[in-house]
């Protein structure tokens, strides 16, 4: 819905917002400016929200070698890196479903190889949900049913700031009495915005359980052992004393829908899908005689809509490479990361269509790399071909895949931008590789 509230200044209602994976769609966002590009948001979102609605596109140009250069000149000079190149890797990949698709289509001509930046903490949780299987809920269920929420090892609001407003002390769910019944307990981190996660008046304060943080497998290993009523002769476990744990475990025994939630991006551990699997066996326990569920919290740079267009195109999840004429899948050997360091890859072409902060792993110095990056980005050694792009949900429309899988969100345009799409500059790159104008 849009209203004209004034000559110049439009306003759009419940905008969805691409700023991370919870993708809130109650923004309110106003256009202003004599060119129609500043946008402002006037109700709703967050200071995420804000630094991407808000941020200037004015003055953005492509460059080769750091010098200003058309579009067109660029488009060519990295269809002529892509030309020279063996093994392309095409990574970031911080885009809309509409930009993902396009990359995939460039690199299964050319035979590259396709990896998200967001892949490590991706995979720890694709790993789990492949080798034994999970039971996970959505963002409306943990809303409108869950009387308990374990954050395990994260806070919620540093991934997603309106977590706590949307999902666990939303003004408005279906059943309104869960605001005040709802239980919330950190493992681990207090909340990193205190207000964020402030309950309502009559809410319960959340408690908190402090425990070693690079040591969550073992926590939910102790809580399991508890669980099924083994005696432990410990008297504490990573940090926390038993009885802290026991308290927990007549939480849980309580509970009529329980869900803990984790942001594997965060897990410390070195092999943080451990911690994952250690956290869904512990629900598929409880699941034997009562109803709780898992919530991986994350899908930032729309991680998980790429995931899902690489799968529904290629039958793999990413981290799949296109150079033997067929899809080829290794979650370690294609890990985009372990590509550029181990110099496997000979060119880089590396998309942030969201947010400037995306930034590539080092490469080695002989490694040429075309960033595909918001306006102002930059990257270290720096870009052979930089081209900016528009942001989708912002300059133009597109498609996010929420947090909880089971939503694509139709993203908007608000305003006319000069700008190309992550589709729009990849197509044009392909054109010409295959001898087009
Ligand atoms: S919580 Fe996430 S989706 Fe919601 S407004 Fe903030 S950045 Fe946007």
Redesign the pocket.
């Known amino acids: 819905m849009t209203t004209k509230i004034a000559n110049t200044v439009r306003q759009f209602k419940n905008v969805p917002?691409?700023?991370?994976?919870?993708?809130?769609d109650d923004?309110v966002v106003e256009r202003n400016g004599k060119d129609g590009k500043k946008l402002k948001i006037a109700k709703?979102?967050?200071d995420?929200?804000r630094r991407?609605f808000e941020a200037p596109v004015a003055g953005a140009v492509p460059k080769i070698a750091g010098k200003k250069a058309s579009f067109d000149e660029a488009v060519a000079a990295a269809a002529a890196i892509l030309k020279n190149s063996d093994r392309p890797l095409f990574s970031g990949m911080g885009t809309d479903i509409e930009g993902a698709k396009a990359v995939l289509q460039l690199a299964d001509g050319i035979g590259g190889v396709v990896d998200h930046a967001a892949s490590h903490a991706l995979f720890r949780n694709f790993r789990v949900m492949q080798n034994s299987g999970w039971m996970t809920t959505t963002v409306a269920e943990i809303r409108n049913r869950a009387d308990l929420v374990i954050f395990a090892g994260t806070d919620g609001v540093s991934v997603?700031?309106?977590?706590f407003e949307?999902c666990i002390w939303p003004k408005k769910a279906l059943f309104t009495n869960l605001q005040k019944e709802r239980e919330v307990v950190f493992l681990g981190r207090g909340p990193s915005i205190p207000s964020a996660a402030k309950p309502p008046r009559g809410g319960k304060k959340p408690t908190l359980i402090s425990y070693d943080t690079k040591c969550l497998a073992e926590l939910f290993g102790t809580l399991r052992a508890l669980y099924h009523g083994r005696r432990l002769d410990a008297k504490q476990a990573v940090g926390v004393a038993i009885s802290d744990l026991e308290k927990l475990i007549e939480k849980i025994k309580a509970a009529r829908y329980g869900v803990i939630v984790w942001a594997s991006g965060q897990i410390e551990e070195t092999f943080g899908d451990l911690a994952v699997q250690a956290i869904a066996e512990f629900i598929k326990d409880i699941n034997e005689t009562k109803r709780f569920a898992g919530f991986p919290l994350g899908g930032g740079d729309n991680a998980l809509g790429v995931a899902q267009t690489c799968t529904w195109q290629s039958g793999f999840p990413l981290r799949t490479a296109f150079g033997e004429g067929h899809p080829v899948h290794d979650p370690y050997l294609l890990s985009g990361r372990r590509l550029l360091v181990e110099g496997e890859a000979d060119a880089l072409v590396w998309t942030s269509a969201f947010r400037g902060d995306l930034l590539p792993p080092k490469r080695p110095k002989d490694t040429p790399c075309i960033l595909i990056g918001v306006p102002g980005m930059k990257v270290s050694p720096g870009a052979d071909v930089y081209i900016p792009v528009a942001t989708p949900g912002v300059d133009h429309t597109g498609s996010f895949v929420r947090t909880d899988s089971v939503v694509a969100l139709p993203l908007r345009k608000l305003r006319d931008n000069d700008l190309p799409s992550v589709a729009e500059i990849v197509g044009a790159i392909e054109t010409v590789m295959r001898g087009g104008a």
Not at 160 to 163: A, H, L
């Open positions: 917002c691409p700023f991370c994976g919870l993708c809130c923004l709703n979102g967050c995420l929200a991407g997603s700031p309106r977590f949307k």
